[in-house]
């Protein structure tokens, strides 16, 4: 099977081909999977920050107002 990709050119057997594509494949969405669970994750922790900050603030509000 002729195969041309990005101005490379060869003959491979189709098994190969069909492998090729199926190892780019995973390679792509693993990939793609890792950087979202990545922005996933910053997000989160810059969630859980702004959480923490506000009942941080909050006791102390209620701890003057005890006084």
């Known amino acids: 099977m002729d195969v041309s990709y990005f101005g490379a050119h060869g003959h491979v ?3 190969v081909a ?3 594509a199926a190892v780019g494949g995973i390679l792509l969405t693993g990939l793609a ?6 922005q996933l994750r910053a997000t ?7 959480h923490h900050r506000a009942v941080k603030a909050g006791a102390k509000d209620s701890s003057k107002a005890r006084r």
């Open 13 to 15: 057997p189709l098994r």
């Open 18 to 20: 069909l492998l090729l």
């Open 33 to 38: 999977g890792s950087a979202r669970i990545m």
């Open 44 to 50: 989160a922790r810059k969630h859980r920050r702004a």
